[in-house]
């Protein structure tokens, strides 16, 4: 059964630092690997998909990598702005159109 | 391109009560999962629904059941309800034969029960 950590729970930043989420998981047979971001209160945006064969992933700002081998990935932020400030959110999926798998979050915050 | 759309946004329910949320997947998209959000939790995946049927189910008791429509749209019925039900309720729409299998949230239900 495919299990998902994320560290540190919570993490305070000051504006234009660059900084690692990392998110673990149980079982290496992982197929896709998901971040996503959750402001309070509201729905889950996609940020970045690393599908099987891939082992990272960029858009902006923000780059995704999976190893599959350690069990781990990691969201790099660049260069964080106040309004990055959000949770962060990971999910595995262990083959095709399965269930998500997530993490508990990691809450960002970046001060001005 | 509309995106996965969810209604209501809250509800407030009493014990024992009966509820019914819906959602209406991202255009082109065919696959429909739930999954239930409590503070401070990840979210956990409740059932999915393909061709009409429910192809997966997570931990969760009869009492959560589902449906989805011919137009892809999909409902979450929860009967006989209980304060811990009480959560933001998310549904997912991805394409089941794209192989990427992104899956894309709408922006969720919050059900409070009294």
């Known amino acids: 059964k495919q299990e998902v950590t994320q560290i540190p729970a919570a993490l305070s930043v000051p504006e234009g630092e660059n900084l690692v989420l990392n998110c673990s998981f149980t079982?290496?047979?992982?197929?896709?690997l998901q971040w996503f971001r959750q402001d309070p209160g509201k729905g889950l945006t996609s940020l970045l998909l690393?599908?099987?064969?891939?082992r990272e992933q960029t858009s902006g700002r923000l780059n995704a990598s999976l190893d599959k081998s350690s069990g781990r990935s990691t969201l790099y932020i660049a260069a964080s702005q106040p309004g990055d400030s959000a949770t962060y959110l990971c999910?595995?999926?262990?083959?095709?159109?399965?269930?998500?798998?997530f993490g508990k979050g990691t809450r960002l915050s970046v001060i001005a | 391109d509309a995106g996965v759309t969810q209604s209501p946004t809250h509800l407030i329910k009493t014990r024992g009560q009966q509820v019914t949320l819906r959602c209406s997947p991202k255009?082109?998209?065919?696959?429909v999962s739930w999954y239930q959000q409590a503070l401070g939790q990840g979210p956990q995946f409740i059932f999915q629904?393909?061709?009409?049927?429910?192809?997966q189910r997570g931990n969760f008791p009869d009492r959560f059941s589902g449906h989805q429509f011919p137009n892809y749209s999909s409902e979450l019925n929860v009967n006989a309800l209980l304060l811990g039900d009480s959560a933001l309720y998310l549904c997912?729409?991805?394409?089941?034969?794209?192989?990427?299998?992104?899956?894309?949230f709408g922006p969720g239900t919050r059900l409070t029960v009294t």
């Open positions: 997912a729409s991805s394409l089941g034969s794209s192989g990427a299998y992104e899956q894309y």
């Open positions: 079982d290496s047979a992982i197929y896709n």
């Open positions: 690393i599908q099987s064969s891939q």
């Open positions: 999910a595995g999926t262990n083959s095709g159109n399965t269930p998500l798998v």
């Open positions: 255009s082109g998209h065919d696959t």
């Open positions: 629904y393909y061709e009409e049927e429910e192809r």
